[in-house]
């Protein structure tokens, strides 16, 4: 009997030690953005957008001139050859981007990674998309080991028929317009040869993230 009474208190014991060192890490940010069609895909300027945006990182653009750029060149994913969206986005991807986005099938090679993005859900809303907006960043200083952090959300708009604008079956039905928004994580290189660049960390769409996740303490929008 004593001896379980001990094995409890120090079983309590540990638990609140560990409880006051182990704080709850922050959720995503999904609070309340507000989310507005600026950039509509049959609008002239998003195709000249498109064009016109470099194809390679450069240190004089901004983290939210990369996210505009970027999400500008999947929406005219086309404009002027087959995927050149895609392509634009595996060049400002890391490694570590581009092989989660490809189920780690597409990060070594850019045949590769068009081949493969194409199948992933992440990609289905924003190839095509009818129009898209930047909601609330945030920036996070950056550390003697790592650069700056952007993180940026964006809302994506399209007609919810039987099909993504991408061309992906649907498995919901047909409805009313679709919003979905994602998280974009993007953080400045320290190094050469990509030195002040800001690179895509992280792609995320909130409406496919878990209910519930222990290391982040994510939640769906759902």
């Known amino acids: 009997m004593m001896r379980g009474i001990l094995l409890l208190l120090a079983f309590g014991s540990a638990t609140g030690f560990l409880g006051g060192i182990r704080a709850p890490r922050p959720s995503l ?6 989310c507005k069609a600026q950039f509509a895909r049959d609008d002239p ?17 901004t983290s939210e001139e990369v996210v505009k750029g970027l999400l500008g060149g999947l929406q005219h994913n086309d404009i002027p050859e087959p995927n050149m969206g895609l392509e634009r986005f595996y060049n400002f991807a890391t490694f570590t ?5 490809t189920a780690r099938q597409g990060a070594r090679s ?11 859900p992440v990609f289905s809303h924003l190839v095509n998309c009818e129009a898209f907006s ?7 200083k950056g550390t003697p080991t790592r650069g700056d952090l952007a993180s940026h959300i ?16 649907r498995s919901e039905g047909v409805g009313e317009d679709v919003e979905v928004r994602y998280r ?8 050469p040869p990509l030195e002040g660049c800001w690179m895509v960390h992280e792609c995320l769409c909130l409406k496919h993230g878990m209910l519930f ?10």
Do not use: H, W
Not at 29 to 34: D, E, G, H, R, W
Not at 184 to 191: A, G, S, V
């Open 29 to 34: 940010p999904l609070t309340a953005v507000t």
């Open 45 to 61: 300027s998003t195709g000249l957008g498109a064009l016109s945006f470099p194809m390679k990182p450069d240190p004089s653009l």
């Open 97 to 101: 981007c581009k092989s989660a986005l």
């Open 110 to 120: 850019l045949q590769n990674f068009t081949k493969y993005a194409a199948r992933e």
């Open 134 to 140: 930047l909601g609330e960043s945030t920036l996070i």
């Open 154 to 169: 964006v809302c994506i708009q399209e007609p919810a028929g039987f099909r993504f604008s991408s061309g992906l079956e």
């Open 184 to 191: 974009m994580m993007l953080q400045r290189e320290r190094l």
């Open 213 to 222: 996740n222990g290391d982040s303490g994510g939640t769906t929008t759902d």
